[in-house]
């Protein structure tokens, strides 16, 4: 049965075109993805992720649970308030989900998973739990709106009061601060999101979540859809679950190496792999765009001096006007990249990315 958000019948009451999600009714579009796209690349817009799962890891050995969980160092994190891009890994090094931990206190960190992998996450925190002196805690009262875009800090600390507001003003980049008693209840705001563009991802109980999504339309703020977030994310560099990694894939063949923490003396799942994988994986994640016309999609196939891969995330870049893409090949200097569109070679160029910084196109893009 198709879930929906507290958010669902504000999403139809804008005119939302809604989709099946993963199993969650979600808005695809509330009329213009290109629209909704560039507002949010030069202005401001927001968009629903109460599908999103939250989790509190709360007890004295959450920390120690969490070296072992995550391929990154949890010991990083030092500043209550302070958060981390890791993935979970199999014990064979593949990609359970990526996710984002954050530190609020030592007895408690929160974590925020993906949607579509909501059951299998929770049953394998569960699983690896076993042992260590933790309570996993899913938190499904809590909602989540991201706020994305060059005015979307300025207008959130509009909504708050003085003390507040300064509070949120000073949030670093991956920190977030717990707020009591604002106009919406507690709040729980963080400097992150997945667009490429400043803002914040706030997490309201379900009950305050319509009247702070009013608000944020109220000020200025337009809806965003999931056509737009995917294009968004994509010029940002940002992958997917599912497209451009799962659990047949480890970080380092997914271009999140920068993720992986060796560290000495912890034992986290999946680490055999990762140092056999350290030097040099057998394939990589590379970017491309096409500058004849076209699309590039999932699926298809890409041919290299190295040998076949395929395209993961493609799409057409509202910002750059060119399609770009993912893909998955095999590892070493690729040579002449080319791609199967309805039977034609056409002929893409391997980039670096993100391909899109500060709303514009990056560097040799």
């Not at 995550?70 to 030092?78: R, Y």
């Not at 960190?109 to 996450?121: I, Q, W």
């Not at 997490?203 to 977030?229: F, I, K, M, Q, S």
């Amino acid at each position: 049965m198709t879930r929906k958000t507290i958010l669902n019948d504000a999403h139809r009451a804008l005119g939302a075109r809604m989709v099946d999600f993963g199993g969650w009714d979600m808005p695809l579009n509330y009329g213009s993805q290109i629209e909704e796209h560039h507002h949010v690349r030069r202005d401001a817009g927001m968009f629903d992720v109460s599908h999103m799962t939250v989790v509190d890891l709360r007890g004295p050995g959450t920390r120690d649970f969490l070296r072992k969980l995550v391929a990154n160092s949890v010991d990083k994190l030092k500043v209550p308030g302070k958060a981390l891009y890791t993935c979970m890994l199999t014990i064979e090094g593949g990609i359970v989900d990526d996710l984002i931990i954050y530190f609020m206190a030592d007895d408690w960190f929160r974590l925020v998973v993906n949607a579509a992998t909501r059951e299998k996450d929770l049953a394998w925190i569960a699983s690896q739990a076993d042992g260590f002196d933790v309570v996993v805690t899913e938190r499904p009262e809590l909602a989540m709106i991201a706020v994305q875009g060059p005015k979307a800090r300025e207008i959130v600390a509009g909504l708050l009061g003085e003390a507040d507001a300064a509070k949120v003003a000073k949030l670093g980049r991956f920190a977030a601060a717990a707020l009591s008693g604002t106009a919406f209840g507690d709040l729980f705001v963080a400097r992150t999101g997945y667009t490429g563009e400043d803002g914040f991802e706030i997490v309201v109980d379900e009950a305050n979540a319509t009247a702070l999504w009013t608000a944020l339309h109220a000020a200025g703020v337009a809806p965003a859809g999931l056509g737009a977030r995917d294009t968004l994310r994509l010029e940002a560099g940002l992958a997917l679950y599912g497209q451009d990694m799962d659990e047949t894939v480890s970080p380092y063949e997914a271009a999140l190496g920068w993720t992986v923490a060796l560290d000495e003396g912890r034992a986290f799942n999946g680490r055999a792999l990762l140092e056999t994988q350290a030097g040099g994986a057998p394939r990589q994640m590379i970017g491309l765009v096409m500058d004849d016309k076209g699309v590039l999609r999932h699926g298809q196939a890409v041919a290299t001096a190295n040998g076949p891969g395929e395209i993961l995330s493609g799409t057409f870049s509202p910002t750059i006007g060119k399609a770009i893409a993912f893909a998955r090949v095999p590892a070493g200097e690729p040579g002449a990249v080319t791609v199967d569109i309805r039977g034609r070679q056409v002929p893409v160029r391997v980039v670096k990315f993100p391909f899109v910084r500060n709303g514009q196109p990056a560097d040799g893009v």
